[in-house]
RNA sequence: UGGCGGGUCGUCCAACGGUAGGACAACGGACUCUGGAUCCGUUUAUUGGGGUUCGAAUCCCUGCCCGCCAGCCA
């Protein structure tokens, strides 16, 4: 898909490779990624990233962390270091390459300060109303600013008395010279500076004028001296207004490169949305299991190695695509899969009674740690009289399918005994509330001598040892594939995305784990544990369920 | 109906004038001390119409559809 040979490369390392072979830049490759810290990071982020860094690492090249830090009324420090740990919780490292775009704001300024002696910038006063009547539409082209020929040294007077503070906030703003019929809008005389006194989370106060993202971003990937510059398709329509300005200044000149955002079925990806969905409490926060940022999958037990697989997986084009959910769950089950300890965690747990077992007795039996992986080891699980089962794996009346446990039926309990139910207890409703079995002593580490086979291998915990756990079990946020094509995005979402199971009984090897610590409970899927574990009661949430194929036969029914 | 970009299996990505392929999903089977994992197999696609060519997903023309753009946001 990418870079192993045999496979076929995405249009951007192509393009990168060509750039390679025929020299330019000697050969140099450097990207960057500029975050503007203004919120949390998320998966679609995670392409990008992978992208800017990623392709840096693949051709021996360097990736800058920026953050785009133009316009104080958005940003704040506090996103700062959250972008930068995820970053990095991602596995990339920019190692002394930290930048901000704040950092040349003076270089900036001289370089505006040069293009009005150019002549190809002028300051403007038209208020922000009047610049939006003189623009013209998509289809009729603009009109000149009566500003728009201000002699030379006027402008320079003028945007000099702007920076010091002479002029209220939006009187005036400095523009580019460009063409105020251009079928392309953003080359319509866009502004370059805009008077905004707004404590700046770097700069404090001393500016009041602030550059806009188009001049500012050429310049920072210019002053960087960044070879291959990716962004998202949306900035297609600046690449004019990009090179306008690096050809105007005559500086070291970057190449624009866009590709499709990700989008993902079932979730919303947008800052904003993700935000509502935190303000309204439909989710309990940024780091919310179901959310798709960064903080929200590492919350739910998502390792950085899964989320590296799936972009490398969607791949990298320029048209619009949402990809499937289920590719990201596979990624993760099939990571989690070959790294995962098992354990046995019973969700919803039935007691067992074995009626031929002694009274207090136990014993330890040995365990197979991951069957993925050998080196992972093995571990001993106590066992004793009184287990618990999952409920499921009972049904007095089986379905004809069913392959687990029925009166008179045996199982093999996993790694342990085969056991056959010979009693059902009911409570005066009718529900049941145990199980007696006997059990066969010839079977432990459960294989008979006899080579007699069961139907079927269910987990257990046994219930003097076991371990009480709530267990946090979600699904997807929304309930329709695309929520963004619907008029209200609240109604879609799904209102079974987050249930808590109290009382699950998991084995006692589960104490040990610390949190963040993902694990497969055997025949369930993969947990983690969550922050929010207490000494007394420990919180594991369900990273991903394992695929359930009994699930699809009564589905098929 | 201005400009820019894009349309290939259900989804995502390949094929760069020469047999439309892979992954996920779905379906069927094998195997199994996880109804997990693994393995095998099956189904399904070039936006319509014209051209150029021995040969077109690919080049040309022309429709159609989708996305983005009218912040002193990024």
């Not at 900036?108 to 910038?121: F, N, P, S």
């Not at 300051?123 to 922000?128: F, H, I, N, R, T």
């Not at 700069?203 to 291959?228: K, R």
């Not at 049904?395 to 085969?418: C, D, I, M, S, T």
Request: charged share 30%.
């Amino acid at each position: 898909m990418t870079t192993e040979e045999g496979g076929s490369l995405d249009f951007i390392r192509e393009i990168v490779e060509r750039d390679i072979r025929e020299g330019k830049h000697e050969g140099r490759v450097h990207t960057r990624f500029p975050p503007e810290p203004n919120g949390y990071l998320h998966i679609g982020h995670a392409k990008a990233i992978c992208t800017d860094f990623g392709i840096a690492r693949e051709y021996g090249g360097l990736c800058n962390l920026r953050f785009d830090d133009t316009n104080p009324v958005k940003e704040d420090v506090e996103y700062v270091e959250s972008i930068k740990q995820d970053i990095r919780w991602l596995g990339y490292d920019w190692e002394d390459r930290l930048y901000f775009a704040s950092d040349y704001f003076e270089q900036m300024y001289r370089y505006a300060e040069e293009l009005i002696r150019k002549g190809v910038a002028y300051v403007c006063d038209l208020s922000p109303e009047e610049v939006r009547r003189y623009r013209g539409t998509l289809t009729e082209p603009g009109k000149d600013s009566p500003w728009r020929n201000r002699p030379m040294e006027e402008n320079l007077d003028l945007f000099r008395r702007m920076r010091a503070g002479e002029f209220p906030d939006g009187s005036r703003t400095l523009r580019a010279r460009i063409d105020m019929a251009s079928p392309n809008i953003n080359m319509r005389d866009p502004a370059i500076y805009r008077i905004l006194r707004r404590s700046h989370h770097r700069t404090g106060d001393s500016w009041c004028i602030y550059p806009m993202y188009d001049y500012a971003h050429c310049l920072e990937d210019s002053i960087e001296g960044i070879t291959h510059s990716f962004c998202s398709i949306e900035f297609e329509d600046h690449r004019p207004l990009y090179d306008w300005f690096l050809d105007r200044l005559g500086i070291f000149h970057p190449q624009q490169i866009e590709f499709a955002r990700l989008n993902l079925t079932y979730t919303v990806m947008s800052k904003r949305k993700l935000g509502m969905l935190v303000e309204e409490g439909v989710v309990s926060g940024w780091d919310d299991p179901r959310m798709p940022t960064l903080s929200g999958l590492r919350r739910r037990g998502v390792k950085p190695e899964a989320i590296r697989d799936f972009v490398n997986r969607i791949g990298l084009a320029k048209r619009d695509s949402n990809v499937d959910m289920a590719l990201l769950d596979y990624c993760i089950r099939d990571d989690l899969n070959r790294r995962c300890t098992r354990i046995m965690g019973v969700l919803d747990p039935l007691k067992v009674t074995i009626e031929n077992y002694p009274e207090d007795g136990t014993e330890e039996l040995e365990f197979i740690n991951n069957p993925e992986d050998e080196n992972a080891g093995t571990r001993m699980v106590p066992f004793s009289r009184e287990i618990f089962i999952e409920r499921e794996d009972f049904q007095e009346e089986p379905h004809r399918k069913f392959k687990r446990l029925a009166p008179g039926r045996e199982v093999r309990l996993r790694y342990a005994y085969l056991i056959r139910c010979v009693d059902v207890e009911k409570d005066s409703d009718g529900r049941i509330t145990g199980l007696v079995c006997t059990y066969d002593p010839g079977t432990r580490g459960g294989n008979a001598p006899d080579g007699r086979k069961v139907g079927a291998t269910i987990h257990w915990v046994s219930a003097p040892h076991a371990v009480v756990a709530d267990v946090r079990m979600y699904d997807r946020l929304f309930k329709v594939e695309n929520p963004l094509a619907e008029e209200d995005l609240l109604s879609t979402i799904n209102p079974d995305s987050f249930r808590i199971i109290e009382g699950c009984m998991l084995e006692p090897a589960s104490a040990g784990a610390g949190n963040g610590y993902t694990v497969q409970f055997e025949r369930k899927g993969y947990f983690c544990k969550d922050p929010d574990s207490t000494e007394a009661r420990p919180v594991w949430n369900l990273t991903a369920s394992l695929r359930d194929t009994w699930k699809r036969i009564l589905d098929r029914e």
